[in-house]
């Protein structure tokens, strides 16, 4: 295989050899007989994570820095290239879809295979002076040498070493990752990737990779096998010892593309065929048992709606407009369609967890999670069994202090987002959680009168001035003058102690396990354990600079720090309100402009939230918002019965007057989960 990479010049073949990746023969333009006409080349391939990459834009560049391919990937993920004549090798590959870019490479610019995937992603990076696989193109233009035969057949010799212990559990020790032949359908080379997760992330100075083991776990809360390194290291760790029994057949691409298909079919049926209704027009109220569309029920483990249970609640939708499912309830969610299904890890042996991204008929999107339960070949929905609804994610946070720009920073941390259940009073249930991560000392969360979800402070701080959920590993000014760290300034952020280095960041697992102690109130034990599991480590600082996020309008941040200017601490006070102007919150600029912008490259915010006090007590306000949305307005929304920044002034619940509003945040998450968080802190730093 090596000798085949080091004659084709890592995807200059005919596309037959090898058991790897390629999307077979490609057809090859013949010269006439007679004819001096020089004959384009064909460049194709398949771009794929284990799924296909499908609708991604895919370029191609030469060693000139000219793109000679614009096109896009097809269902299969596949593409093709008539490359122009004078295409000067070598050549790198992008495929990018949203926020998600994979590369590839090749020497030659004769026809041939290169494919694009995460293991071609690592060949690419490996190559990049910087690490960065986008950097790639740019280098070979004042360096083609970077680029050759020679140093991809490096490459792959040294990651397909590191993969050996898989490679030989799957029998798949003949891999082409460049240039050999994909099928979809979870034999061959898609065994291999739907058998791994990989992470490349650029940090300015390398990239930083981590490779994770999809096996199906010892016992519910193992942490999988995984290597963690570097671009700037000499060569890739070796996976441990793979257990060959270990490795079940995941789902193929195809079974998940199957069920969301199903899952389509249901939410194309109008409100009153999916569920028990009065009309399509009216959100209903009902139980599993309502559930009466057959495209709906048999999407649920054993074709019966009421068999799923997941965070203490069961199919249905309440008074209150909540229950599992309950989207199947309302109007909005008619037409909504489910795709880009990726398997992500084994539960257990049966149950698996896959991700996806959801579309609703006016364009919203967003990315979330299943857990599905194999039955027979087809994929159903399986509830977690879990009391509470959980979920832990990585986040990656930008805080600009508008009046205090010298202190504005980047951080980088775990959100664990606990529910604030509440009794039949809308009084919470639970006393506290104790949340053990997978490094460092337990956590406890507590519930706070106006908060929806549990916050949590430092251990040796005040339970009562926590002002959030997030677990901060550790945090850099934006100005490199400002002395010290934010942890110094933000004694009621949970901040570690130490804080966390980049390498210890950097050493973190894609896939960590945590779990979660539940104590009601007056109870001394706890009464409920559960486990919660990420798809992505916590981003170093350093990661986090290098990407893109929403940001506040010029316009709307100068009239904030006019608002601003003469107040105590520099926070927004409620004052009396009026018919004409209620007291509520209008994220916009004058002249109702817009209040945020999302650059190129930046995720769209999909929450926007407000975060402030009232008579010394914290409160959190949040409503989602349209991915094309530019600006928010937030009324208040009282969470328990002692919740008091709320007040009803003239017949209107509006925030009550003396209350203040210290921080604003623009939320979106990736399609790996991680949290992208743009906050706007309003407040002076002393």
């Not at 979330?368 to 009391?387: C, M, S």
């Not at 406890?444 to 908060?451: A, L, S």
Request: include cysteine; glycine fraction near 10%; charged fraction near 15%.
């Amino acid at each position: 295989m090596l000798m085949s990479l080091a004659a084709c010049g890592g995807g200059g073949n005919d596309g037959n050899a090898g058991s790897g990746f390629g999307s077979g023969t490609a057809p090859v333009a013949e010269t006439p007989l007679g004819s001096s006409e020089p004959t384009p080349s064909r460049l194709s391939g398949v771009a794929a994570t284990g799924a296909a990459f499908a609708g991604a834009a895919l370029t191609v560049t030469d060693q000139t820095g000219a793109t000679v391919c614009t096109t896009q990937t097809n269902d299969q993920g596949a593409y093709a290239c008539d490359l122009p004549v004078g295409t000067k090798a070598p050549l790198v590959i992008r495929a990018t879809r949203d926020d998600v870019s994979y590369y590839s490479t090749t020497a030659s610019a004769a026809t041939g295979t290169a494919n694009v995937t995460p293991l071609t992603t690592i060949v690419v990076s490996q190559l990049s002076p910087d690490g960065n696989p986008a950097s790639l193109a740019g280098a070979i233009v004042g360096n083609a040498a970077a680029v050759t035969a020679d140093t991809i057949k490096s490459e792959v010799t040294q990651l397909l070493a590191a993969l050996k212990p898989l490679l030989d559990a799957l029998g798949q020790t003949g891999l082409d990752p460049m240039s050999g032949v994909f099928v979809a359908d979870g034999t061959g080379a898609d065994r291999v990737l739907d058998s791994i997760a990989v992470s490349v992330q650029s940090d300015g100075t390398a990239a930083n990779i981590q490779i994770t083991v999809k096996a199906v776990p010892g016992n519910g809360d193992a942490t999988p096998l995984s290597i963690s390194y570097s671009t700037a290291d000499a060569a890739p760790p070796t996976l441990p010892p793979v257990d060959a029994a270990a490795l079940v057949q995941p789902p193929t691409p195809a079974i998940i593309a199957s069920f969301l298909a199903r899952m389509n079919a249901c939410y194309a049926l109008p409100l009153a065929q999916r569920v028990t209704a009065v009309n399509d027009g009216v959100n209903a109220i009902g139980t599993a048992a309502d559930v009466v569309a057959t495209a709906c029920r048999t999407l649920f483990v054993g074709d019966d709606p009421s068999t799923y249970q997941a965070n203490g609640t069961s199919v249905g939708r309440n008074a209150n407009g909540r229950g599992a499912f309950e989207s199947l309830f309302r109007a909005g969610p008619t037409g909504l369609v489910h795709d880009r299904g990726n398997f992500e890890f084994f539960r257990n042996g049966t149950d698996v967890v896959i991700s996806y991204r959801w579309t609703d008929t006016v364009g919203n999107t967003d990315n979330d999670t299943l857990l599905l339960r194999n039955e027979g070949g087809v994929l159903k929905l399986t509830g977690n069994g879990n009391a509470y609804r959980v979920s832990v994610r990585p986040v990656a946070e930008k805080r600009e202090l508008i009046n205090a720009a010298n202190f504005s920073y980047t951080a980088t941390g775990y959100n664990v987002t606990i529910e604030n259940r509440l009794d039949e009073n809308f009084v919470p249930v639970l006393d506290k959680v104790v949340v053990t991560p997978p490094f460092g000392e337990p956590q406890t969360y507590t519930p706070k009168p106006g908060f929806s979800f549990l916050t949590v402070a430092r251990p040796a701080g005040v339970a009562a001035n926590a002002s959030g959920s997030v677990i901060y590993l550790a945090g850099r000014y934006d100005n490199a003058a400002t002395t010290g760290m934010p942890a110094d300034k933000e004694a009621n952020l949970n901040f570690v102690s130490p804080a966390f280095a980049e390498s210890d960041v950097r050493a973190l697992k894609d896939q960590s396990v945590w779990k979660l102690e539940f104590y009601r109130v007056g109870e001394t034990v706890p009464s409920t354990t559960q486990s919660a599991r990420t798809l992505a480590r916590a981003p170093t600082l350093d990661e986090i600079k290098q990407l893109t996020f929403a940001e506040i309008t010029p316009a709307l941040r100068e009239a904030l720090r006019a608002e601003t200017a003469g107040n105590q601490d520099n926070v927004l006070i409620f004052g009396t309100p009026t018919e004409q102007e209620p007291n509520l919150i209008d994220f916009s600029a004058q002249g109702d402009s817009p209040g945020w912008t999302v650059p190129t490259a930046a995720l769209a915010p999909t929450l926007f939230s407000a975060y402030g006090r009232s008579s010394g007590v914290r409160w959190e306000d949040s409503v989602t918002v349209r991915n094309t949305a530019r600006k928010a307005i937030l009324t208040c929304s009282p969470w328990t019965s002692t919740d008091g920044h709320c007040a009803t002034v003239s017949g209107v619940r509006q925030y009550r007057p003396g209350a203040s509003l210290n921080t604003f945040e623009l939320w979106a998450r990736s399609a790996r989960q991680v949290e992208m968080s743009t906050k706007i802190g309003l407040y002076s730093v002393q």
